[in-house]
């Protein structure tokens, strides 16, 4: 079994920061690609950023320059600080990431349990 546990979730005013954690723990072989997800009420789920197992990044176009996602391998981690936040990133952040649990298994995707981000105006 594979575990993802989020945290680093609250409110926050505009233009203030917070940072997400993602811990993978259980049975594992390796992790690829890890990453951030949001979904707003009433919107679909969208992609906020990714990060590879060389750490080659990638950010939606509406977080650029905003939030940076990282990983510490040594600790199965992935983060995502989030800087400058507007309202509009009210959602909950999804982790998620590739992981083989076993040599000889094919790689499967894993989802956290999501975590509120709240920003006031």
């Known amino acids: 079994q594979v575990q993802l546990v989020e945290s680093g979730g609250g409110l926050v005013q505009a233009g203030g920061s917070l940072r997400l954690s993602c811990a993978v723990s259980?049975?594992?072989?390796?992790?690829?690609?890890m990453g951030w997800y949001r979904q707003a009420p009433g919107k679909q789920r969208e992609l906020v950023a990714t990060?590879?197992?060389?750490?080659?990044?990638n950010y939606a176009d509406s977080v650029k320059g905003r939030f940076t996602i990282s990983r510490d391998n040594a600790k199965n981690t992935v983060y995502l600080q989030m800087n400058s936040l507007k309202p509009e990133d009210t959602a909950v952040y999804y982790c998620t990431t590739k992981v083989r649990p076993v040599w000889y298994q094919v790689a499967g995707d894993y989802w956290g349990q999501g975590t509120q981000v709240t920003v006031s105006s």
């Open positions: 990060i590879s197992k060389g750490e080659s990044t």
């Open positions: 259980g049975t594992i072989f390796s992790i690829d690609t």
